[in-house]
């Protein structure tokens, strides 16, 4: 049993993560089943810049999308420079993490090939502008004829401060979060391409970037 138990305290520690582009939903044949899939574009990723305690007080690990292929690094910098890339994101991990990744390293797609199951963090779509009945689910004021307010906000404000509150139920854009997917099923690996499949829909928007973790 205890070579069993260090086994998976090993796997715990060493993780890994991905920046993809989501393109679009459709359906794959596998065995007698249609399972429906998200296709996700794997561009080219390295890591852009390493931060740790010492220096920033945190640990983190940024993540860059390059522009070009060749994304080279000079002696007397200690991280890429950013106008060569399109998208940059950061990911905190733990100091055990951020020791097995050094600046300029590729994160491929190769990482992916004993994995099952990935966790997924993306933005939301959203639907929009909302008003505030729809937004937050409020009850509304009278249906009758004889009032003049019926999907109306009501009062926002108070006598002293004479402000608005932050954080106030109002109207505005409805539902644009983060959104985190646990245990998505990888079905599909295509390494010519760079594209990935995982099961069921997976939030965000066409070309919008999503962050998998395993």
Known sequence: MQPLTVYFVILFLIMAWLLVRKLEMTRIV???ELVPVTLLKVP????VALKNLDN???????????KDDEVSLR?????LNAKNFEEIKEI??????????SVGDD??????EWVENVQVIATSKGKGFAGAMKR???????????????RALGSIGNRKPTRTHRGKKM???????????????????????????????????RNSLVVLEF
């Open 30 to 32: 596998k065995g007698n």
């Open 44 to 47: 080219a990723i390295k890591v």
């Open 56 to 66: 920033d007080g945190y640990s983190a690990l940024v993540l860059g999308i390059a």
């Open 136 to 150: 937050h689910n409020f009850h509304g004021w009278p249906a009758g004829h004889g009032s003049k307010f019926h």
């Open 107 to 112: 994160v491929t797609l190769d990482a992916l």
């Open 171 to 205: 109207h505005g854009h409805m539902w644009n979060e983060r959104v985190t997917l646990r245990k998505v099923p990888v079905e599909l690996i295509n390494k010519d391409l760079s594209v990935l499949g995982l099961k069921w829909p997976i939030p965000g928007a």
């Open 92 to 101: 905190r991990v733990s100091e055990e993490v951020l020791a097995n990744y």
């Open 75 to 79: 002696e007397w910098n200690k991280a």
